[in-house]
Nanobody, 124 residues
């Protein structure tokens, strides 16, 4: 089992950058595929990015390609999301998630563990 805690959210001007971090508990962090999702008011939770257990593979939603970068540090039990060129439509609560299933899953149902979320608001 793993517990996840996100940090780094806040208010950002359009065009700006923000870095989110997710700290994980447990000794087997390196066994989990990690993902970032987001949920805007009145919308379903959606996939943003995922990273494989060894960082060699990543996947991104089309709407963040070229702007966001996911990374992980297995020695520190952390996964990060660097967000650049941010847009007002990026405003959402961002969630970190962990999956035991191999594969860079985009489906919410594939992730068994979730953080509490961190709010990111982009001002225009």
């Amino acid at each position: 089992q793993v517990q996840l805690v996100e940090s780094g959210g806040g208010l950002v001007q359009a065009g700006g950058s923000r870095r989110l971090s997710c700290a994980a508990s447990g000794r087997t962090f390196g066994d989990y595929v990690m993902g970032w999702f987001r949920q805007a008011p009145g919308k379903e939770r959606e996939f943003v990015a995922a990273i494989g257990t060894s960082s060699s593979t990543t996947r991104y939603a089309d709407f963040v390609k070229g702007r966001f970068t996911i990374s992980r540090d297995n020695a520190r039990n952390t996964v990060n999301l660097q967000m650049n060129i941010m847009k007002p439509e990026d405003t959402a609560v961002y969630y970190c998630a962990a999956s035991r299933d191999r594969g860079l899953w985009e489906s919410v149902s594939k992730y068994a563990y979730w953080g509490q979320g961190t709010q990111v608001t982009i001002s225009s």
